[in-house]
């Protein structure tokens, strides 16, 4: 097989076997998230199987809530395993290099999770170690790999071999990703994750294969999904945000909350340009003293109501919205939720945040805000905003919004990604706190039903900008690679409870 080094690369003839028995009383847990990955797998696929292929100690896999658990190594590892965990899960032994050890595939199917955790760099030749996965993926498992990135870990100059006497050859991320591609595994996901418990560096590639869904099975249903849009003085942003929608391949039908500043104008040229694409209207009949969400949220069920067979998303002016699929738009990521018989999406938050007391300057809001954080209030840890309108009337206003209801509700198993841009400039936040929504708060959603309190704290805060210390910046090429699993997978929570990340910012 092609292993896709560079030329110069050499590789180690004869590794030192890794003795993983220290692993098992160590403070320090190496690829947690990939078996994170796996709890969140058979949490949200209800599988019960998980196949631990280089499984060592045997420690991680312990940690699963499999019905059945097979740990398959060979040597000391598996003996440690056998001799220390007698009435825990199945301990197989066998030689990954020999073409038997694709007999182990008769225990996978479409009950299972594969995980093959920094097992291939450890292999002269892998290639029956590639085919066995290949085989259980091929039987309907989900298959997780991971492997430490050559040029994370060691500098874009090294050329081997390893320093780590046990490993042969070490691969950076797309030079892994066409290894497993070709050995039959299609690629949900090839990115980072992090490396150990302590470090927690984003050097450690993983790949996710996924049998129920292939990013390139898409069939472009014949509606365009609707996102309904509510909006109250949104024109510095309502632009770029309609461009979007529709760059994504979705409709619009935009609700102004009586606007006073050129939303309903901005909104009204697209409709002109795009009548066929974008819709408007203002509600209520007439404007009203203080801003009522429930009415808006019962009118959005109405509007989503006439449109059943269609993905409807429930959005704000200041979101964009993506799949989880890089280079693959809204409209097609939808499609593809639709061919795995999910009916609803659920998303996960980040918040952009200004740096500077001026704001975008003219530069547009998209382009200008670049720094973000990780929304990990209550609220953005669940986001179901994304549904596939049936004949019956869904109910979004018991919730506040924060999750669509209705019978027969599937989920899709990963998640999409929301992008807020709620505060553009500190004169922004204080006018957008202050003035339009203090002014107009309704006092039994706000002090009964506890809605809209953020914006307190903010205020309270004193409409501090953030630094950039606290921030990270937006790159387009490397976000998905590095932090798409924590969306997709909903790690971010795993990483709010280990206190790697603080909650509620």
């Known amino acids: 097989m092609?292993?896709?080094?560079?030329?110069?690369?050499?590789?180690?003839?004869?590794?030192?076997?890794?003795?993983?028995?220290?692993?098992?009383?160590?403070?320090?847990?190496?690829?947690?998230?990939?078996?994170?990955?796996?709890?969140?797998l058979l949490e949200t696929t209800r599988r019960g199987t998980v196949i631990d292929v280089?499984?060592?100690?045997?420690?991680?896999?312990?940690?699963?809530?499999?019905?059945r658990a097979l740990g398959v190594d060979f040597g000391s590892n598996v003996e440690?395993?056998?001799?220390?965990?007698?009435?825990?899960?199945?301990?197989?032994?066998?030689?990954l290099s020999h073409p038997s050890a694709r007999l182990i595939a008769q225990h996978a199917s479409w009950d299972a999770i594969v995980i093959c955790a920094d097992?291939?760099?450890?292999?002269?030749?892998?290639?029956?170690?590639?085919?066995?996965?290949?085989?259980?993926?091929?039987?309907?498992?989900?298959?997780?790999?991971?492997?430490?990135?050559?040029?994370?870990?060691?500098?874009?100059?090294?050329?081997?071999?390893?320093?780590?006497?046990?490993?042969?050859?070490?691969?950076?991320?797309?030079?892994?990703?066409?290894?497993?591609?070709?050995?039959?595994?299609?690629?949900?996901?090839?990115?980072y994750t992090t490396n150990n418990s302590d470090a927690r560096e984003l050097k450690t590639i993983l790949t996710l294969s996924d049998p129920d869904v292939s990013p390139h099975a898409v069939t472009r249903s014949a509606m365009r999904p609707l996102a309904i849009i509510a909006a109250y003085n949104e024109a510095d942003i309502l632009d770029e945000v309609?461009?979007?929608?529709?760059?994504?391949?979705?409709?619009?039908?935009?609700?102004?909350?009586?606007?006073?500043?050129?939303?309903?104008?901005?909104?009204?040229?697209?409709?002109?340009?795009?009548?066929?694409?974008?819709?408007?209207?203002?509600?209520?009949?007439?404007?009203?003293?203080?801003?009522e969400w429930i009415p808006i949220l019962e009118r959005k069920s109405d509007i989503a109501a006439r449109h059943p067979g269609r993905w409807i998303i429930h959005s704000d002016a200041d979101e964009i919205r993506r799949g989880p699929f890089p280079g693959i738009n809204l409209a097609d990521s939808l499609d593809i939720v639709a061919g795995t018989g999910a009916n609803r999406v659920d998303f996960r938050v980040i918040n952009f945040r200004p740096i500077a007391?001026?704001?975008?300057?003219?530069?547009?809001?998209?382009?200008?805000?670049?720094?973000?954080?990780?929304?990990?209030?209550?609220?953005?840890?669940r986001q179901d905003k994304a549904w596939l309108q049936g004949k019956s009337r869904v109910d979004l206003a018991s919730t506040g919004g924060h999750q669509v209801r209705f019978e027969d509700a599937i989920d899709f198993r990963y998640k999409f990604l929301l992008k807020h841009y709620p505060?553009?400039?500190?004169?922004?936040?204080?006018?957008?706190?202050?003035?339009?929504?203090?002014?107009?708060?309704?006092?039994?959603?706000?002090?009964?039903?506890?809605?809209?309190k953020h914006y307190d704290k903010l205020a309270e805060s004193g409409f501090r900008i953030e630094s950039r210390a606290e921030l990270l910046e937006w790159c387009d090429e490397t976000f998905w690679p590095d932090y798409g699993l924590l969306i997709m997978a909903d790690l971010l929570k795993s990483r709010v409870k280990r206190g790697w990340i603080e909650a509620g910012k």
Request: a negative charge.
């Open 2 to 40: 092609d292993w896709h080094l560079p030329d110069n690369y050499s590789s180690r003839l004869e590794p030192d076997y890794h003795d993983d028995q220290p692993s098992d009383s160590s403070e320090v847990v190496h690829q947690p998230e990939a078996y994170e990955l796996a709890r969140y």
């Open 54 to 67: 280089g499984c060592g100690s045997g420690r991680k896999l312990r940690g699963l809530p499999a019905r």
């Open 80 to 95: 440690f395993c056998r001799n220390n965990h007698p009435n825990f899960g199945e301990w197989i032994e066998a030689d």
């Open 119 to 191: 097992v291939l760099e450890h292999m002269p030749d892998p290639t029956q170690l590639l085919r066995l996965l290949e085989d259980c993926f091929r039987r309907g498992a989900i298959v997780i790999t991971t492997t430490p990135d050559r040029v994370r870990v060691r500098g874009s100059d090294h050329s081997g071999p390893p320093p780590n006497q046990a490993h042969v050859r070490e691969w950076e991320r797309e030079e892994y990703a066409r290894v497993i591609a070709d050995a039959g595994l299609s690629l949900t996901f090839a990115g």
């Open 242 to 291: 309609i461009a979007d929608w529709l760059a994504q391949g979705c409709d619009v039908h935009l609700i102004d909350n009586w606007s006073t500043d050129a939303t309903l104008a901005v909104a009204k040229r697209w409709a002109t340009r795009h009548p066929s694409r974008v819709s408007v209207e203002r509600f209520p009949d007439s404007p009203g003293s203080t801003y």
């Open 357 to 381: 007391d001026d704001g975008p300057a003219g530069r547009g809001v998209l382009r200008a805000l670049r720094w973000f954080d990780f929304g990990t209030r209550e609220g953005h840890l």
């Open 423 to 452: 505060l553009r400039s500190e004169a922004h936040a204080r006018r957008k706190v202050e003035q339009e929504r203090h002014q107009r708060r309704s006092p039994f959603e706000h002090d009964v039903l506890n809605y809209h």
